[in-house]
């Protein structure tokens, strides 16, 4: 079992960049790991996966070129480098771990409690 923790969140003007950070309790190594968003009144989507070694990325369409996810298994943090971020972009922002695949339908086994993302116009 894993427990994730995120953290970076913030209010940033439009076009600005934040980091995400999610430190784990667990060994990272053995899960795929992503991140995903929910904004307010909407359904929790996908954002960016990485594979167990980091080897293989994916993102989401409407993030692409904006947004990467990196992770440090030897300290079980992952990463998600925001940058040029659009209103659009406000949501909750969940770290999330899979026993599975990584993937842009990856099936999480395990997520952070979440952090607030606010982009202003």
């Known amino acids: 079992q894993v427990q994730l923790v995120e953290s970076g969140g913030g209010l940033v003007q439009a076009g600005g960049s934040l980091r995400l950070s999610c430190a784990a309790s667990g060994r990272i190594s053995r899960y795929g790991m992503g991140w995903f968003r929910q904004a307010s009144g909407k359904e929790r989507e996908f954002v960016a996966a990485?594979?167990?070694?980091?080897?293989?990325?994916y993102y989401a369409d409407s993030v692409k070129g904006r947004f990467t996810i990196s992770r440090h298994n030897a300290d079980n943090t992952v990463y998600l480098q925001m940058n040029n971020l659009k209103p659009e972009d406000t949501a909750v922002y969940y770290c999330a771990a899979t026993r599975g695949p990584a993937s842009t339908t990856m099936t999480a086994n395990y997520w952070g409690q979440g952090t607030q993302v606010t982009v202003s116009s």
């Open positions: 990485a594979s167990r070694n980091g080897g293989s990325t």
